[in-house]
């Protein structure tokens, strides 16, 4: 089992720019989370997703920030017009149900110059 | 929402020594209670985890016990080794079940040889 699979580990944009993270799940997990980890912070809690369905955004910026887990390929976490702001580790976790323990990434780490 | 507090944010041992790290929770519907493990650079591994039926939980030399009625739980390590240094985090479920983790902000771990 290849565990939570994220890409890339690390990614350099500009202000402005558009910001695209990938997470694929451990196999037989169909729920997913996003959870975002500034520096010498917790983990706090984006987006929890089912293919085709959100479930859960309370933890989303109102704006740019969007996540999508289609029935065919990864989840997606997209960060429109990134700002330094934006800078921080993502984290996504799967589980195969809600009830059951989340497994984590390996993150990938936005840096916005 | 809920709120997790976690102290203390660092904590220096000897080798050999035990270590306790608490967090207080604040919604007293959540009802699962998770410790991650977080080596620099790498993603959180879940440790142990606890569910609010039971008060104690052991598995080797992590050990964790919650009380309810206080809303806190604790996380004991016993006979550290300097391959524990690390940032743990605690967290506590929502109402709603896993998909809302609120996780502490974390105790950084140093065991001295």
């Known amino acids: 089992n290849a565990g939570v699979m994220q890409n890339p580990r690390h990614l350099v944009r500009r202000r402005g720019q558009e910001a695209r993270l990938r997470c694929s799940p451990m196999?037989?997990?169909?729920?997913v989370y996003w959870y975002r980890q500034l520096p010498e912070e917790g983990l706090k809690f984006m987006v929890y997703?089912?293919?085709?369905?959100?479930?859960?955004e309370s933890g989303m910026p109102k704006e740019r920030f969007s996540a999508e887990f289609p029935k065919e390929g990864p989840s997606i976490l997209r960060i429109q017009q990134v700002v330094r702001g934006d800078s921080a580790a993502y984290f996504c976790?799967?589980?195969?149900?809600?009830?059951?323990?989340?497994?984590f990434g390996n993150g990938t780490r936005l840096t916005v110059t | 929402g809920e709120n997790v507090e976690q102290h203390p944010s660092t904590l220096s041992v000897q080798e050999g020594d035990s270590a306790v790290i608490k967090c207080t929770y604040s919604d007293s519907a959540s009802n699962y209670f998770p410790w991650y493990k977080q080596e620099l650079g790498k993603r959180p591994q879940l440790i142990i985890d606890i569910r609010s039926n039971v008060g104690e939980k052991k598995d080797q030399r992590i050990a964790v016990t919650l009380n309810k009625t206080a809303k806190h739980f604790s996380l004991h390590i016993t006979e550290t080794q300097p391959e524990d240094s690390a940032v743990y985090f605690c967290a506590a479920s929502g109402a709603e079940g896993y998909s809302t983790l609120t996780f502490g902000k974390g105790t950084m771990l140093l065991v001295s040889p």
């Open positions: 997703l089912q293919k085709e369905n959100i479930i859960d």
């Open positions: 196999k037989g997990h169909s729920h």
């Open positions: 976790a799967s589980s195969p149900g809600a009830d059951s323990p989340l497994h």
